[in-house]
């Protein structure tokens, strides 16, 4: 009877084997990191367009509004210009009832004043209409503004949705190796090589050694410290950085060795003996 080879936990993996699953997690988000750059700045052009006809909406609805204020304004003025001239209709009226020369003066006025009222409303009818025509005009170039960002964002849209088709399959092939790769990292180390990850404007959370320095912000690395690395004994991370750090074996990658700086000839002076006296 064949025996079932027992499945290691994460948490019961050697350190050895714990860097490599981490290492392996990294280089398949820098593929997904690399196809996103692909995209370039679409999405983020996309994103900016919608924003921009969104507030464009906005503005619009505003100046609509305002029209619609203005125009029930001048309804208002309307009846209460219609409210004077009823009144003067009903004071000249009266001027033929009146008694003395007192009352006739008094309706004078009444009737000179609602005129100046129907004038000045007439004015302010002019203004708002004024204004109703700067907002028709600012609408106007809304409206074409916001066609013409539309046509933007469908040209935009169109190049974003053939990119994203183009690396689709491939991008969800490495996203589901990611996941795979996770659930053999333990949660307390995932949950650090996330942070450290999104901390890093490379994404780049664990780096090998390079020439005695740091494969992401390329500071030395002290001597005592690369042979902690090598050790594999323990999750090593950057002193500057906090990149979790790694050697290069361990990521399928020969280690340069330096080379040695040709050593200088020693010159030899020949002294030239010295000529005896006569």
């Given at each position: 009877m064949a025996t079932r080879t027992k499945e290691v936990l994460p948490s019961e993996m050697s350190v050895e084997q714990k860097l490599k699953n981490l290492y392996l997690l990294q280089t398949k988000l820098s593929e997904i990191d690399k196809i996103k750059t692909l995209r370039g700045e679409l999405p983020l052009?996309?994103?900016?367009?919608?924003?921009?006809?969104?507030?464009?909406?906005h503005r619009l609805a505003k100046y609509e509004q305002e029209i619609n204020d203005f125009e029930n304004e001048i309804t208002e003025k309307q009846n209460s210009i219609r409210e004077a001239r009823s009144l003067m209709e009903r004071y000249r009226q009266q001027l033929d009832e009146v008694s003395n020369n007192r009352e006739y003066d008094t309706l004078q006025k009444e009737i000179e004043f609602q005129s100046l009222e129907i004038e000045l409303l007439n004015k302010q009818i002019r203004d708002i209409d004024r204004q109703i025509e700067a907002r028709q005009s600012d609408l106007a170039r809304g409206r074409s503004a916001i066609k013409k960002r539309i046509e933007d964002l469908d040209v935009k849209k169109a190049e974003l949705d053939e990119i994203v088709t183009e690396t689709r399959a491939e991008e969800e092939r490495l996203r589901e190796k990611a996941r795979s790769i996770e659930l053999s990292v333990e949660p307390r180390l995932l949950a650090a090589f996330k942070r450290i990850r999104k901390s890093q404007r490379n994404g780049l959370a664990v780096v090998y050694v390079q020439r005695g320095a740091c494969g992401g912000c390329f500071n030395k690395i002290p001597p005592q410290r690369q042979i902690?690395?090598?050790?594999?004994?323990?999750?090593?991370?950057?002193?500057?950085?906090?990149?979790?750090?790694?050697?290069?074996?361990?990521?399928?990658?020969?280690?340069e060795v330096p080379e040695e700086a040709p050593k200088k000839k020693r010159s030899i002076v020949r002294r030239k003996a010295a000529t005896p006296e006569a």
């Open positions: 052009e996309v994103q900016d367009l919608e924003d921009e006809i969104e507030g464009l909406h902690d690395v090598r050790s594999r004994k323990k999750i090593i991370p950057c002193e500057y950085c906090g990149r979790i750090l790694i050697d290069p074996e361990l990521a399928g990658v020969k280690p």
